[in-house]
C-alpha cells in the first residue's frame, strides 16, 4: 500500500495549488485522510483532515483558504489552497488511516510529502 502526494510547487502570494494523495495497492476502506505539513525548522503540524464520511477539520491558520476533500471511488484525497501566504511555505505530507481487507486492523500510512513554496 503506498500513499502518492504531488501538486506542490513555487507559487506567489495570493495564489493557489491543489494538493493530491492517491492510494493505491490492496485497500479494504480509507478512513480518515489528512495533511500535515513541516517547515523548515519547525514541528510538522496538522493541516486538515477529512473522515469518511465527509467530517473536516482545519488548522486555525488555513481556514477560510484550504478546502479538504476525497474522492472514495479513486481512493484520492485533495487539498486545494488558496490564497497563500510566505508562511504556507512547507513540505505537505499526505496520510491516511488505511485497511487492507475486512479483516485486517487499520494501519496509518505516510506519502513522501511535497514541498510547497510561497513567495512574497
Known amino acids: 500500500v503506498q500513499l502518492q502526494a504531488s501538486g506542490g510547487g513555487l507559487v506567489q502570494a495570493g495564489g493557489s495549488l491543489r494538493l493530491s494523495c492517491a492510494a493505491s495497492?490492496?485497500?479494504?476502506?480509507?478512513?480518515?485522510m489528512g495533511w500535515y505539513r513541516q517547515a523548515p525548522g519547525k514541528q510538522r503540524e496538522l493541516v486538515a483532515a477529512?473522515?469518511?464520511?465527509?467530517?473536516?477539520n482545519y488548522a486555525d491558520s488555513v481556514k477560510g483558504r484550504f478546502t479538504i476533500s476525497r474522492d472514495n471511488a479513486k481512493k484520492t484525497g485533495y487539498l486545494q489552497m488558496n490564497s497563500l501566504k510566505p508562511e504556507d511555505t512547507a513540505v505537505y505530507y499526505c496520510?491516511?488511516?488505511?485497511?487492507?481487507?475486512?479483516?485486517?486492523?487499520?494501519?496509518?500510512?505516510w506519502g513522501q510529502g511535497t514541498l510547497v513554496t510561497v513567495s512574497s
Open positions: 496520510n491516511a488511516d488505511m485497511r487492507r481487507f475486512s479483516w485486517s486492523p487499520q494501519y496509518d500510512y
Open positions: 495497492g490492496i485497500i479494504f476502506s480509507i478512513n480518515r
Open positions: 477529512i473522515t469518511s464520511d465527509g467530517s473536516t
